[in-house]
């Protein structure tokens, strides 16, 4: 089934590095598509900051002649939340610890994003 | 005068690369500091849509346990805005190109957050 293949694609990215948290793939209307998440974390709170980081990123990119957004990252003292498209119709939100290293991070996250794209 | 100094940390930091189109320092309430913005840029603008920003960006974090928020990256297909706090009290953001190099960038502006923390 293709919604179990989205959870294993979510695993997988997880699975990818120990400074990769947890992940979630959320339509671009804010709803949760399907999400790979430790205990604790609650899905419904990330599915709504994902969708209104996305909403007002898409604002501000517009604003500022940006263009189309591409990528959210928000980086805390504890950790990062990075979020970027997957296809047209979906976004995938990633958490990660705060040594993560970026560049090997973006470039499995955008892998993961086009997997997925072509899954949904 | 210190608002000169503080101008001029910004226009070094416009200067540092040609992919640093516009920077601007502005109180974590919202209200413009000083801004280094080219024709064209509207400085009220690129205010509110770092204080609404901002301001999301540190509900997110602190929702999804990312601790207190020190930088906000959005990257759309036509170039960056790049927030990053300035001590306690301001956030400094930029704007730069799509083809930016990202880790250079992110030290030139954490280099001039910091000169500007020590100036307001």
Redesign the interface.
């Known amino acids: 089934m293709r919604i179990e293949l989205v959870q294993q694609v979510l695993e997988e990215l997880n699975g990818s590095s120990p400074d990769v948290e947890a992940s979630a793939l959320i339509s671009t209307d804010g709803l949760m598509i399907a999400s790979a998440l430790p205990h604790g974390?609650d899905e419904d709170?990330?599915g709504a900051?994902s969708a209104?980081?996305l909403s007002?990123?898409e604002?501000?990119?517009r604003?500022?002649?940006?263009?189309?957004?591409?990528?959210?990252?928000?980086?805390?003292?504890?950790?990062?939340?990075i979020m970027i498209a997957s296809g047209e119709e979906a976004v995938l939100t990633v958490?990660a610890r705060q040594n993560a290293k970026?560049g090997l991070l973006f470039l499995d996250i955008k892998r993961a994003a086009e997997s997925l794209a072509g899954l949904i």
Chains 1, 2 share one sequence.
Request: no cysteine.
């Open positions: 974390v709170r990330v900051m209104a980081l007002l990123g604002r501000a990119a604003e500022l002649s940006r263009g189309t957004l591409e990528r959210v990252l928000l980086q805390g003292e504890r950790g990062y939340v958490m970026l």
